[in-house]
């Protein structure tokens, strides 16, 4: 498992932009994906996004797709995710994830190994 510390969640109006960013730390990563779920109050943990480590490729949910972007920076262990033209809906907390193997479907959070510790983003109409 590795270490993963989100920050860049905050309180924005709809139709406003957040960039999350989420590092892997204690080792170097070179697993399978690094991604980013969320979960708003009384509702399942859901995906948002993923970006294969190594592949590059990018996944995203259908209700993001078009508005948030993920990236990632491999030198840095580093992964993003813009979120532009949030909405209310958007509001929930955000977590990064790490997988190390594909074990599971990439939007699957049973893929995941690391959990990072969440950050808030709450969207004000």
């Not at 592949?55 to 259908?62: E, I, K, M, T, W």
């Not at 190390?100 to 959990?115: K, M």
């Amino acid at each position: 498992q590795v270490h993963l510390v989100e920050s860049g969640g905050g309180l924005v109006q709809a139709g406003g932009s957040l960039r999350l960013s989420c590092a892997a730390s204690g080792r170097t990563f070179s697993g399978y994906a690094m991604g980013w779920f969320r979960q708003a109050p009384g509702k399942e943990r859901e995906f948002v996004a993923a970006r294969g480590w190594n592949s590059g490729n990018l996944y995203y949910a259908d209700n993001v797709r078009g508005r948030f972007t993920i990236s990632g920076d491999n030198a840095k262990n580093t992964v993003y995710l813009q979120m532009n033209s949030l909405k209310p809906e958007d509001t929930a907390v955000y977590y990064c994830a790490a997988a190390v193997r594909a074990l599971a479907g990439i939007r699957s959070p049973a893929l995941y190994d690391s959990w990072g510790q969440g950050t808030q983003v709450t969207v004000s109409s």
